[in-house]
């Protein structure tokens, strides 16, 4: 969503780099740039106002004139600032202190609620809680409907008394909902709310009675992050007539412009708690305005890859397959090699994972281009191995490859790359689990027993080096001659013709001469 603005910023930034110090000027033309960049992402004026005041401010300050890479510092204060406008810290859900927890959702239809509602309960199951989603959107057609099927992939339990479309009293059946948590033991109960396709007192009065019958911990307003600026009116209109206590973006994942996202937190003053990001349920996770920030410039993020990865890999799965690497290549079979890249699939998709490595921006047109389907071809091939090829690949010899590639369905090139990529990936896993590092570059230690290798104690030079140029060789073997020569002639080394008597010690050499 925002590769425009990425793109944008990276090239303001590029011009400042290489200049030892700013000028004014150069302070002012790249605030300009990053205005027509946010402003060219949909961001509200005010919000892009105060946003460039703030670098300004700083940028002329002594934070930049006095550092000793005022390129970098300036980069520093706009991810600063962007943390700023994106709301700061990250914030966390609200539980009641007695049970069950009542989060309500509202918005606009088609801003995606029902399915946020499935993505939200989904969450909140990893998290340890009970959730019970609400069917109390009894207007549009087929929605109660759509909950049952969405908590049911989910895994969560639904509270849908009435068949909706048309037909049921959606306050009723909130605060029904709630004396039906308490009887079930469900820790959270989230609230399914109608939308419209605009702003109107009907909807405006039916979401106020909800919210006065059960009373939320929580009324959150989801937002969909690609209608633009005008996200922000609904927004702030919602606000001021119903009240919601924090933001959900919904599709993210899309190719608008996201200004949406880049505004909300600063013009209502609510911040963002959850992001959606794509259409399958786990594709939903908490909002970290740094984060934001450091994906909008190039930077990745390293922190949400990691998370995904811990809660992916077992740790004992990690330490047994270390252990294999450093017994040796050959413990590393193709069936651990499926084993793994299916535990990479699980982490989602595999050109949004790269898109969370840092520098990964200046090669977004190949990573989007990458077609997620070679992971199943890849799967498909060695699932029609036998069980000795998989363990040696050695053996896997021309006839072997013909039956293999008949059974998958690919071509017999593909099965004899497969094993050829597997034999150097093998190499360079083994190598860096015994401390060597990967191939050019110096060893990780504590990847596996081995430690970084020492360095070799180099030897002192005997004597002088010797230039490679003959001129200026010459020309020194010529000084030290006549250096040798002065030497000869004055054995004080003083030059020739003065008499050493005549020479004068310094004063604080006097007092040991007494």
Do not use: C
């Amino acid at each position: 969503m925002f590769d425009t603005l990425s793109d944008r910023l990276a090239a303001t930034f590029k011009n400042l780099r290489g200049k030892g110090r700013l000028s004014e000027a150069d302070i002012d033309a790249t605030a300009r740039e990053i205005r027509i960049a946010l402003l060219e992402a949909d961001v509200a004026l005010p919000a892009v106002r105060a946003f460039i005041k703030q670098v300004k401010e700083r940028a002329l300050g002594a934070e930049v004139s006095q550092a000793l890479n005022p390129a970098q510092q300036v980069i520093k204060i706009v991810n600063e600032e962007l943390i700023g406008i994106l709301g700061g810290e990250t914030r966390r859900l609200r539980f009641a202190k007695q049970p069950p927890t009542v989060i309500m959702l509202a918005g606009l239809q088609g801003a995606g609620k029902t399915t946020l509602a499935g993505k939200l309960g989904r969450w909140l199951k990893t998290q340890g809680h009970t959730p019970l989603l609400v069917a109390a959107d009894l207007q549009r057609p087929n929605a109660v409907n759509q909950l049952s099927v969405v908590a049911e992939r989910a895994g969560v339990a639904v509270f849908a008394p009435e068949p909706g479309n048309g037909v049921g009293d959606p306050v009723k059946v909130a605060k029904d909902s709630i004396e039906h948590a308490r009887t079930k033991q469900y820790d959270v109960v989230i609230v399914d709310t109608a939308g419209r396709l605009g702003i109107d007192a009907e909807m405006m009065q039916q979401a106020a009675d909800i919210r006065d019958a059960v009373g939320p911990d929580e009324i959150l307003f989801v937002l969909d992050a690609m209608i633009g600026q005008d996200a922000v009116n609904t927004a702030q209109a919602f606000l001021d007539g119903v009240g919601f206590d924090g933001v959900v973006l919904s599709k993210l994942d899309g190719d608008a412009r996201g200004g949406a996202a880049l505004s909300v937190a600063h013009v209502t003053g609510k911040q963002i708690i959850f992001a959606s990001n794509g259409e399958k349920l786990d594709d939903f996770d908490a909002f970290h305005p740094d984060r934001m920030a450091s994906r909008i410039l190039g930077m990745g993020d390293m922190l949400s890859l990691i998370e995904k990865a811990e809660q992916t890999f077992s740790q004992a799965e990690a330490e047994k397959m270390a252990a294999k690497l450093q017994r040796g290549p050959k413990e590393f079979t193709l069936d651990d090699f499926l084993s793994q890249m299916e535990q990479v699939r699980k982490m989602g998709s595999i050109s949004k994972l790269l898109g969370m490595l840092p520098g990964m921006g200046q090669i977004k047109d190949q990573i989007n281009n990458l077609d997620e389907r070679d992971v199943d071809r890849t799967a498909a091939i060695i699932k029609s191995m036998t069980p000795a090829e998989r363990t040696d690949p050695t053996i896997i010899n021309g006839s072997r490859r013909v039956r293999i590639a008949r059974g998958s369905g690919v071509e017999v090139g593909a099965v004899k790359n497969l094993v050829e990529r597997f034999f150097e990936a093998r190499k360079m896993m083994s190598r860096m689990a015994q401390g060597g590092g990967m191939p050019g570059m110096p060893g990780i230690p504590g990847m596996g027993g081995g430690g970084a290798r020492k360095k070799k104690q180099s030897k002192p030079a005997k004597g002088k080096q010797r230039s490679g140029n003959p001129m200026k060789r010459k020309a020194a073997e010529q000084a030290a001659a006549a250096r040798r020569e002065q030497q000869a002639e004055s054995p004080f080394g003083l030059p020739e013709g003065q008499d050493p008597s005549s020479f004068e010690l310094p004063d604080e050499f006097k007092k040991f001469m007494r």
